[in-house]
């Protein structure tokens, strides 16, 4: 994944795994824990029901059709093969229950996670996971603006209560992480990026790309654009 730098550090969650090492010893409440040969990855379960709840109560407004969904994404550095053969499985004291990952290494989960229960891996550190949202027709290079307005309130909800209170402050200075124009959402790529547009109507107009070519800077801040607007990404 892509180094994230001071400037873009609100936008953590669009260029990052939003998992922390080994956060089970700094909180007692549930977590979903992935757990490495090492040093284990945790998802606390806290943000699970911040990501869901923040999906449910915005849903109808920005993506009615839509899915939540989790990536499972390389981190920097690591070995790709870390996610051949990647298998998850839900386990508490009642029992296991396998969590199926797609061809695109996409899952879902239980939108509440009951006590006791850990989400267990069978490979290493080297991984992480992310919230997308989805909509029936759309896919990697072809989003709705819609879906990707969810997905950046649905990281905002994630992230938000473990940034500083400077940099909460900072975004509602802002208008908003994802309103606002001065704060960027960067949509990650596993893949070079060689160019990416939104078009609504007869309007066509290129979207920023990073110099990587790992990302692009999603216009959910653009009032001017309606949820139906389409975000195409052309690979190399």
Known sequence: ???????LALSLLALSPTV???RAAESKVDEIVVTALSKPLTL??????RAVKAYHKLRAVYAPQSQLLFQIVGAAGSD??????LKLTLRSKEGSVPVPIDAD???????SVGKGWTLIANRRVGFGILPVVLSPGTGTSDRLLGDLRLQCEVQWAMAKPDLSIVMRATASAFGGFCKGSVLPFFEWSDRAIASASVS??????PVYVTEDRMAYRAPVHDKNLPHSARVRVRYR
């Open 1 to 7: 994944m892509p180094i994230v730098t001071p400037a």
């Open 20 to 22: 922390s090492p080994n």
């Open 44 to 49: 606390n379960s806290k943000e699970l029901t």
């Open 80 to 85: 790709r093969r870390v996610l051949e053969d």
């Open 105 to 111: 290494r996409r899952f879902t989960l239980p939108t």
């Open 200 to 205: 609504a109507g007869a309007l066509i107009r």
